[in-house]
Nanobody, 112 residues
Framework: QVQFVESGGGLVQPGGSPRLSCVAS????????TNWYRQAPGKERELVAG???????TYATSVKGRFTISRENDKNTVYLQMNSLKPEDTAVYYC??????WGQGTQVTVSS
């Protein structure tokens, strides 16, 4: 079954640094562009970061310099290292590529 399973979210204090994981199954993740998205309450889903098959990365302006996307091919997993979290980073975070369906996502809540 082609899917991603996201994990690593939770309640985080402002300034915290969680790492989200996205484990792929049914395909080899390194052959595709993989993107992390997020959706905050009452807002549309937005693209946060992406990593190409060759390892090139892109970021939304709002997270550039704070978030880092990476991939571990041996584990068929994509990560999102999140640093200096702000309350406005609160959202459900999803990963997706061109062939995977939307998964359940992982909730990140930034609050003191």
């Amino acid at each position: 079954q082609v899917q991603f399973v996201e994990s690593g979210g939770g309640l985080v204090q402002p300034g915290g640094s969680p790492r989200l994981s996205c484990v792929a199954s049914g395909f080899t993740v390194r052959f595709y562009i993989t993107n992390w998205y997020r959706q905050a309450p009452g807002k549309e889903r937005e693209l946060v970061a992406g990593i190409s098959a060759g390892g090139a990365t892109t970021y939304a302006t709002s997270v550039k310099g704070r978030f880092t996307i990476s991939r571990e091919n041996d584990k068929n997993t994509v990560y999102l290292q999140m640093n200096s979290l702000k309350p406005e980073d609160t959202a459900v975070y999803y990963c997706k590529n061109s062939i995977s369906p939307w998964g359940q996502g992982t909730q990140v809540t930034v609050s003191s």
